[in-house]
């Protein structure tokens, strides 16, 4: 079936303009059958059709407009035929809109349409658009051209009729072979709609209802989760708080008590030191002379250094004196430590990059880390923060010092910095022999050392855990045994840095 056969009264006289006006009749009657349906099979064929259409008018209408210019036609002419060929434009845009976002554009409305436009447009419009074309390109002027222009007649009319018929007889046959069986599947559909909507509706409310509590359970169980593992982190902040606090007043009472006599003990030291050294060189003169004795005292002299068992008595007591000051020097280092863990003289803050004083601490431990460890930087630039930098120097130094000495025979230290809206941050990871837990509990203690005994003072991790408490910041250690130990220094990013 075609709707619209191609007949003399689409013949415009121009052959380009005819041969695509033919185009788009075969188009148009190519779709027509599937679009007359009105089912899934005409909304197969509406969006291809569409696009067609589109194409259709980009090229044709060009030419049309292209061919009026060169012609000169009366510019009056061409502006009223571009606002024919714009509504064409325009209606079929919508059209593939309405497709596309409703869903709801059947074959019957664009058919009509199409109908339409063939009809109205090519033989009214065309015609008159070649007619003027043609007697331009004869001779005529443009205004007698677009005057003489008279009335098409009652082809468009014809041709429209004709094509409502076929369509009509078309529509009468299908529906003939699809009424009976369409009327008992929508009785069927119907009552399946009812059915599903009844069920879907209580499935619906069952489901919102659960998920509304599971939702509700699921945010109080986080709620609380967060809220338990806050209280344990606040907790045991604040027993290390309190315990720190109670051992750095006992810290600055025990160094003030031992500092009086230690002071005393160095000086006795070093006064005996002096007073062997005198006493040595008397014996030794006077067993030099102890041949001119006469034979009783010189068997008395004899036998004395013999008792006492001289010459290895010579030989340890410079040993002696020489332990006794190292001990003596252990114990002020002690106490030096005591007192910088106790005291809370913060000294003067001044805005610095964490990163450049991480470089100094690598000077201050170069000899300690030559040779032994490789120290791989991963540094980025970092804000400034208020601090007072010996000391951070000093939390630093105590890090790299610990992380070279668990690495027994050679390994890798690697330093890393960021920070984010709050604070700066500096890591400084080993691959040293690591943490257990239980040790990690404890290493921020006073006086709790892994080390051998007389290797260290069990003070180093405490001073630096007290710096970092005094700077509002926080020292934290990550580490598990055989694979190293990760400490991260952090602070926070003052209003007072930034402004600087």
């Known amino acids: 079936m075609k709707l619209m056969a191609w007949s003399d009264h689409f013949v415009t006289g121009i052959s380009a303009v005819d041969a695509q006006h033919h185009a788009l009749v075969d188009m148009v009657n190519a779709v ?41 036609v009366l510019p009056e002419y061409l502006v009223q035929h571009h606002r024919t060929h714009e509504a064409f434009v325009t209606e079929v845009l919508q ?35 070649a007619s003027q074309v043609l007697a331009i390109g004869a001779g005529d002027t443009p205004e007698h051209a677009f005057t003489a222009l008279g009335p098409v007649g009652g082809a468009p009319n014809a041709v429209y009729n004709d094509a409502l018929i076929d369509l009509f007889g078309l529509l009468s046959e299908r529906n003939r072979t699809l009424t009976q069986t369409n009327q008992q599947l ?59 606090a109670a051992v750095g007043q006992l ?68 040993d002696l004196l020489k332990e006794s000051k190292d001990g003596l020097a252990r114990v002020k280092h ?54 007072v930098a010996t000391q951070i120097t000093q939390v630093f130094v105590n890090l790299l010092i610990n992380a070279a000495q668990a690495m ?24 040293g022999c690591g943490m257990s837990e239980d040790v990690q509990r404890r290493i921020f203690e006073p006086f709790y050392t892994t080390k051998p005994v007389g290797k260290g003072t069990g003070l180093g991790l405490s001073i630096a855990w007290e710096i970092m408490q005094r700077h509002d910041g926080g020292l934290q250690v990550k580490s598990a045994p055989g694979v190293g130990s990760t400490f991260r220094v952090i602070l926070p990013i003052s209003k007072k840095a930034v402004d600087v």
């Open 334 to 387: 002690i106490v030096s430590d005591l007192r910088d863990f106790s005291t809370s003289d913060e000294g003067q803050r001044v805005t610095a990059d964490l990163d450049a004083v991480l470089e100094r601490a690598l000077l201050v431990v170069a000899s300690d880390l030559a040779g032994k460890v490789d120290v791989v930087r991963e540094l980025v630039p970092l804000p400034q923060v208020l601090c």
């Open 32 to 72: 027509a059958p599937s679009l007359s349906l009105g089912d899934a099979e005409a909304s197969r064929v509406v969006a291809p059709l569409l696009d067609k259409l589109v194409h259709y008018a980009d090229v044709h209408f060009k030419f049309e407009e292209a061919l009026m210019t060169r012609t000169q």
């Open 186 to 244: 929508l009785a069927a559909k119907a009552e399946l709609e009812t059915v599903n909507r009844s069920l879907e509706s209580r499935v619906q409310a069952r489901t919102q209802e659960l998920s509304r509590a599971n939702t509700a359970l699921l945010a109080e169980q986080q709620a609380l989760e967060a809220s338990l593992a806050q209280l344990e982190r606040t907790q045991s902040q604040l027993l290390q708080s309190e315990k720190m």
């Open 95 to 129: 059209m593939r809109q309405q497709y596309e976002q409703l869903g709801n554009l059947t074959g019957k409305e664009l058919l009509q349409f199409l109908i339409s436009w063939l009809t109205f447009h090519i033989l009214s419009e065309d015609k008159r658009m």
């Open 408 to 431: 027994t025979v050679s390994g890798r230290i690697t330093l890393r910095s960021g920070f984010d809206e709050d604070d700066v941050w500096v890591e400084i990871s080993d691959t």
């Open 251 to 318: 810290a600055a009472g025990v160094a003030h008590e031992i500092n009086n006599p230690i002071g005393f003990v160095s000086s006795n030291l070093g006064t005996l030191t002096q007073y062997s050294e005198h006493l040595l060189e008397v014996i030794d003169l006077s067993r030099q002379m102890i041949n001119y004795l006469p034979p009783e005292p010189r068997w008395n002299l004899e036998n004395a250094l013999q008792k006492i068992e001289y010459d290895y008595l010579r030989a340890d007591l410079p």
